[in-house]
C-alpha cells in the first residue's frame, strides 16, 4: 500500500473543494446518501475485517529496536522500555524511521539524550512554530538542507515520559 505523503490532505480537500464549487456552479446538489431502511428495520454492522491484529510490518518491531534501526544515530537513551520502532527503506538510501519509548527520566533529560547525538552528527534544532498543546517539549532536528528530518515529541504523565520520534534519516552522513 503506497504511503501517503504530506500533501495528500491538501490534494483531498482541493478535490473536495472542486466537487463543492462545480455542484454550486451547476445548479446541482449531491445525491441524498442517507441509506434507505424500512421501518423497524435495524442495519446490522459486520465487520469483514479486524482494527487490531497481531501481525506486524516487516519493517516493524514491537518491544525492542526494528532491524536496520540507525541506533547509533537515534541511541535509546539508558533506561528507557521500547515501545514500538520501525525502519523502512525510502527513496535514495534514506531511512523511515520511527520510535516510540516511554521512561522516567525528566523531560530535559530525555530530549537531550536524543539532542546530543544528532546535534553531533550535524544535524539543526528547531523548536515548532506552533508547540502541540499537550506535550512537555517538542523539537525538529534536519539536516542535508530538509532532506533529512526527525521531529520529537514528549509527554510527561504521572512521572512518566512518553516519547516518540519520526521522520527521514540516512544512516550514512551526507
Known amino acids: 500500500m503506497p504511503r501517503p505523503t504530506p500533501r495528500t490532505p491538501v490534494r483531498a480537500a482541493a478535490c473536495l473543494a472542486t466537487i463543492v464549487v462545480l455542484a454550486a456552479c451547476t445548479g446541482t446538489t449531491a445525491p441524498d446518501a442517507s441509506p434507505t431502511t424500512t421501518a423497524g428495520a435495524t442495519p446490522t454492522p459486520s465487520a469483514s475485517e479486524s482494527l487490531l491484529t497481531d501481525q506486524i510490518g516487516g519493517h516493524t518491531a514491537v518491544g525492542r529496536l526494528a532491524d536496520a534501526f540507525p541506533a547509533d544515530l537515534v541511541p535509546v537513551p539508558e533506561g528507557a522500555e521500547v515501545l514500538v520502532s520501525s525502519a523502512a527503506p525510502a ?10 519509548l516511554r521512561t522516567e527520566q525528566d523531560t530535559g533529560g530525555l530530549l537531550e539524550a536524543v539532542r546530543a547525538p544528532l546535534v553531533a552528527a550535524g544535524f539543526t534544532e528547531s523548536a515548532p512554530a506552533v508547540p502541540e498543546a499537550g506535550l512537555a517539549a517538542q523539537a525538529a532536528f534536519a539536516r542535508s538542507d530538509g532532506a ?3 521531529v520529537v515529541g514528549i509527554l510527561d504523565r504521572d512521572g512518566t515520559r512518553t516519547m516518540t520520534l519520526g521522520g527521514t534519516v540516512r544512516t550514512t552522513a551526507p
Open 91 to 100: 527513496a535514495d538510501g534514506a531511512v523511515e524511521i520511527s520510535l516510540n
Open 148 to 150: 533529512e528530518l526527525l
